[in-house]
């Protein structure tokens, strides 16, 4: 199974793109395909087009297309990897996330979060597609 993750600008500035991906390395789960871009902004509305219309999508879409990212699609053995990739991530709010999870430990501001994962399988199918090409993935 794959999910799809983001390295969010925040992180990628404090260079600890390293230290998160050694966690899903650590945990067993592979890196299936990694690039390191800066977002435009047709796709960072695309990506969050769920939350168009909420109070904190203008900037969420400025702060994702402000700086460069790391777009990773993450690969392992069980139909459960989204729901662990979520889980290692920890809550939204890193003021809520435990401690040991990564926003936990790496984060303190709800929108610089450290990190996205898409939060299904039907999200991974649309995101993943935005950045990445099918042969890419093979
Ligand atoms: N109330 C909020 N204020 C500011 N930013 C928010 C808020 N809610 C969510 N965000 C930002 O939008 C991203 C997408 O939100 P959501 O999909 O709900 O969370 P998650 O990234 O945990 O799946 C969050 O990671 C966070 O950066
Ligand atoms: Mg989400």
């Keep these: 199974m794959k999910a799809f993750i983001i390295i969010k600008p925040d992180a990628v500035k404090r260079n600890i793109t390293g230290k998160i991906l050694s966690r899903f390395e650590e945990r067993g789960i592979r890196i299936k395909a990694m690039r390191m871009i800066k977002m435009c902004k047709e796709e960072a509305e695309k990506l969050y087009s769920i939350h168009k219309g909420k109070p904190f999508y203008d900037s969420l879409i400025n702060y994702i297309t402000s700086d460069k990212v790391v777009v990773c699609v993450l ?62 993935l093979e």
């Design 75 to 136: 690969e392992a053995d069980t139909d459960k990897l989204i729901e662990i990739v979520r889980k290692m991530n920890g809550k939204t709010n890193p003021a809520e996330a435990e401690p040991g999870t990564i926003r936990g430990d790496f984060g303190i501001a709800m929108e610089a979060n450290v990190i996205h994962a898409s939060d299904s399988i039907e999200s991974v199918n649309r995101e993943m597609p935005i950045f990445f090409t099918k042969e890419e």
